[in-house]
């Protein structure tokens, strides 16, 4: 599944396409939700809702350019916010970390929101 990573202010080399093999790169759906066990033996839950605040995405793919590899660690250096395009949507997200690999590179983004619906 194709992704895009850009950049949000413009820069020439701030854009890269990864192929990721991952069909689950888009990050799981939660709510927050939290229980807590009460002395009748029973729980209370505290149910906060949907945010895609609480998405995380991790793209991994299969090494084969590196133009590929010095574009997305120059991107997790420089930028602390980026927009990713995946099957669900547009994303302003973190990059957290960058896992270059022979073979498998892994790429861990934090959704700040989302961008389209």
Known sequence: MLHAISTTTFDPDGFVEIDAVDSQSAGETRRRVSRVATLDGEAAFNDFGYSAADRVIELRWTPTLRATEQAVARIVETYSRVQVATRDGVFLAAPESYTPG????????????????
């Not at 498998?104 to 959704?111: F, W």
């Open 102 to 117: 022979k073979d498998e590179s892994r790429l861990r983004l934090l959704v700040v929101e989302k961008l389209s619906e």
